[in-house]
């Protein structure tokens, strides 16, 4: 009779466990176009990383679902040096979040979309004015004899 009421006593306690809500689920939300000043921020750090030559021009924001970032630019120099190939990257963002570039490749139909100017990334700020370090004052020591 004591394994009946145990079995009870266990049934009920782990019922009560079941019937508490599990942790909270956020809702789904979709990403969404980055803003004008993530746009320039991200092609200032293609320009940089790929050593592009400015003036840059970028193609209109498209979505995707073929890189690291849901949506993404085209990105090019306008006048490459002579020597080398107009180069053409695919710059992407998740939300305003710069998620990485790449060399644009066929499906990303860079070769077929319109230019513009590319904006320009707004200086960072710059930092706060350091006060000249004064020297240490030394302790002096004397030897006691």
């Known amino acids: ?20 809500q599990g942790p909270v689920e956020m809702a789904y939300a979709p990403p969404s176009p980055p803003a004008d000043a993530a746009v320039a921020a991200a092609v200032a750090a293609i320009a940089g990383e790929a050593k592009l030559v400015s003036p840059l021009e970028i193609s209109a924001v498209r979505r995707t679902e073929r890189g690291p970032g849901s949506y993404f630019v085209c990105v090019r120099e306008i006048n490459p040096p002579a020597d080398t190939p ?8 998740e939300n305003d979040t710069y998620k990485g570039s790449r060399l644009a490749v066929i499906m990303d139909q860079c070769e077929l979309q319109t230019y513009g100017p590319a ?4 200086p960072a700020p710059s930092p706060p004015p350091v006060e000249a370090a004064k020297p240490a004052k030394r302790k002096s020591h004397s030897q006691a004899g």
Do not use: E, G, Q
Not at 3 to 9: C, G, P, Y
Not at 86 to 93: A, G, K, Q, V
């Open 1 to 20: 009779m004591k394994t009946h009421h145990a079995a009870i006593l266990l049934f009920l306690l782990l019922s009560a466990c079941a019937s508490t």
């Open 86 to 93: 107009r180069r053409t990257y695919s710059t992407f963002l």
């Open 119 to 122: 904006p320009v990334a707004a």
